[in-house]
């Protein structure tokens, strides 16, 4: 498999949310690779073997307040959403909960939300 680099898909409504915190097209995209799935959004990163991604499945109708800006913490999960926009992303979920808003560690997320601008092309690339 050839190395693919999925951009995030920026609405309107998100570029200055995102902007006050460094996330922009130049700074955020989602690589995978034969062996690693690595997320960029900002100042913040994820990075996971793909043999620890457990699922992926389509999910959207975010609220703004909710998604916009930097990184969220989901109080229900703990999953993390990375959003550019509140209509489609990729959902995907991990064997093993993965850091990436708490650098201690103490807080690992069991799924990551990502706004990418082709959703199928993801879903179908880590399935």
Known sequence: MADLR????????????????GITPWTAWVDLDETHLRVRYGPWSLRTPRENVDSVQRTGDFAFLK???PPHLSFTDRGVSFATNGEDA???TFHDP????DP???IRHPGATLTVEDVPGLID???
């Open 98 to 101: 993965v850091v990436v808003l």
């Open 125 to 127: 690339a880590l399935s």
């Open 67 to 69: 998604t916009a800006g």
């Open 90 to 92: 990729a959902c995907v």
């Open 6 to 21: 999925f951009p995030f898909r920026f609405a309107t409504a998100y570029r200055l949310p995102g902007l006050a915190f």
């Open 104 to 106: 201690t560690g103490r």
